[in-house]
């Protein structure tokens, strides 16, 4: 009886609200505004054959903003991986006043312009403030320097750990928790042993997510990096650098290898997100 | 005896707390209160600035973009999200994986595959020649890289209420002798609207705020392709900080608005 209920439900048609035209129209926008320019972005970088490819891509500028981009946007993904999972576990787990605003702050760089969030990074520890003044004094910069990157990244990433763990967290049980403290473990081992297992594919889901858009990331970079060859030029700046110099082609190759790598990084981003289970906020 | 053991982790977790306070007021809110203070310093270079000419054709520039941004999206999102979700097809999946290739881009990518496209020996140079009008270092330009960047919000945020709400409602209707338009505007329309809204919201922010794409597509030319990010691009370069610190907090306040708006949104839901 069961079975055949299900089975109808199954079978049913479902309404179509949506006519073969309208298909159509939305697959033509879709195919014309990101095919089109992604297709041709590749075609370019590959087109003076492989060789040219390889020249381009292995250029001592390319390689050392592509190794800056890394390793900046490894540091990302695991200061990340730690304040966020910190930040997910104060917003569940906390009922404390000014909760709302943690929240609301959390997501405060999903909506800040990225190149604003480069100018607040500026105002703040650039050459002429009296922050940047004095700890450039004290042979330290954070503006138009390799902290000035990461400091950026901190703040355009923030979200993605935080926003990863805390639906998942959200779903265990507290008194969980509570058990594993009232029968003597520590907070350590109870973090280790009863928080951290469920809630780690979501911690690296949110590190995948945080080290992707690191690697991408432009406007706060473009601002705030100074933009020093071999120095504090990251990988999309370089880009530009290469834009603006004519060098289409060169430009076009070394987006084909951080094409690549955003790719590659998202399937094991799903698998993770799966593994992670909890619904996107 | 558990009561005391309740305790002690308390103190260490107020410890925690602290220093998620501390770390995200470094982060966000001292740089934010930096920047008040560089703009309520400098209040007069600021406004004298900002009420240049320059400087409201970009903020104008970058208004009508995202009008069109907004709208747009609006229509192919819902379009889009009732195909993919409502329909099954051959290709489908690679549809739907398209929507979300834009936001693997790096935005600086955006803008030169725009350039390649429609640049010098582009190949769709000669459609748009024949037809009148320029894309590369030209308001098109601008509008179609905004567009690229914008695409998955409205329809992924469409998609999910879609998902969620399931076919019932419009199965009723359409029994009962709606017409598709009717199903649509009746029932469907309504219970799509806080997709709608949170997707359009989401356009609208990244639209404002974007700028790798349109820099590099648009060129930043001063009255021409210049938007409220690469006027702030522009001022930087020529060390006019007022004007670069003025316009950044007007879009940061413009952010923050859109962002309440969605907390409130998301609240309701």
Not at chain 1, 14 to 26: Q, S
Not at chain 1, 266 to 277: D, K, M, N, V
Not at chain 2, 162 to 185: I, K, N, P, Y
Request: proline share 5%.
């Amino acid at each position: 009886m069961n079975a055949v209920a299900t089975k109808l439900v199954r079978t049913r048609p479902r309404v179509d609200t949506a006519p073969l035209w309208i298909r159509a129209g939305v697959t033509a926008w879709i195919a014309l505004l990101v095919i089109a320019p992604v297709v041709s972005l590749v075609l370019k970088g590959v087109a003076a054959g492989p060789a040219a490819f390889w020249h381009a891509v292995s250029a001592r500028g390319a390689v050392d903003a592509l190794w800056l981009s890394t390793w900046t946007s490894l540091i990302a993904s695991v200061v990340n991986g730690f304040m966020g999972s910190a930040i997910a576990w104060a917003l569940v787990r906390w009922d404390v006043p000014g909760r709302r605003l943690l929240a609301a702050l959390v997501d405060l760089p999903l909506a800040i312009p990225t190149l604003v969030a480069g100018i607040l990074i500026i105002a703040l520890f650039g050459p002429q403030t009296a922050l940047g003044g004095f700890l450039h004094h004290h042979g330290f910069d954070v503006a138009f320097a390799r902290p000035g990157i990461v400091l950026a990244l901190l703040f355009v990433t923030l979200p993605f750990v935080v926003r990863a763990v805390e639906p998942v967290l959200a779903e265990l049980d507290p008194a969980e928790e509570e058990a594993a403290l009232t029968l003597g473990s520590g907070r350590w081992l109870t973090f280790r042993k009863v928080l951290l297992p469920p809630i780690f594919p979501a911690i690296a889901a949110g590190m995948v997510q945080t080290f992707a858009r690191s690697i991408a990331e432009f406007g706060s970079l473009a601002a705030v990096s100074g933009n020093i060859p071999f120095k504090t030029l990251v990988a999309p700046v370089y880009i530009l650098g290469q834009v603006e110099a004519g060098e289409p082609e060169a430009a076009a190759a070394v987006s084909i290898v951080l094409l690549a790598v955003a790719l590659a990084l998202q399937p094991f981003a799903a698998f993770l997100a799966r593994r992670a289970g909890g619904r996107r906020g | 005896m558990v009561e005391a053991k309740r305790r002690v982790p308390d103190a260490q977790a107020k410890l925690v707390f602290g220093g998620i306070v501390a770390y995200l007021s470094v982060l966000l809110l001292v740089p934010l209160a930096a920047l008040v203070l560089a703009v309520v310093r400098h209040f007069g270079d600021v406004v004298e600035q900002l009420t240049s000419g320059e400087a409201f054709h970009a903020m104008g520039l970058t208004l009508v973009v995202a009008a069109i941004c907004i709208t747009l999206n609006g229509v192919f999102g819902i379009a889009g999200a009732l195909v993919l979700v409502r329909q099954r097809f051959f290709g489908r999946r690679f549809l739907d994986a398209l929507v979300d290739l834009p936001l693997a881009l790096s935005p600086v990518m955006t803008g030169l595959a725009f350039l390649i496209l429609f640049g010098r020996s582009g190949a769709l140079r000669p459609v748009v020649d024949l037809l009148g009008f320029s894309v590369a270092f030209a308001w098109p330009g601008v509008l179609l890289a905004t567009l690229f960047v914008t695409l998955p919000f409205t329809l992924r945020e469409v998609a999910l209420v879609l998902e969620e709400v399931g076919d019932h409602e419009e199965q009723a209707a359409a029994t009962l002798g709606a017409s598709a338009w009717q199903t649509f505007r009746r029932v469907t329309l309504p219970n799509i609207y806080s997709g709608l809204s949170i997707g359009t919201t989401l356009t609208l922010a990244r639209a404002l705020g974007e700028f790798g794409a349109v820099l590099v597509v648009g060129g930043g030319i001063a009255n021409k392709t210049e938007t409220a990010t690469t006027f702030i691009h522009t001022a930087v370069e020529e060390r006019q900080e007022p004007a670069a610190f003025g316009m950044a907090l007007i879009l940061a306040a413009a952010a923050i608005a859109l962002l309440l708006f969605l907390q409130n949104r998301k609240a309701k839901v």
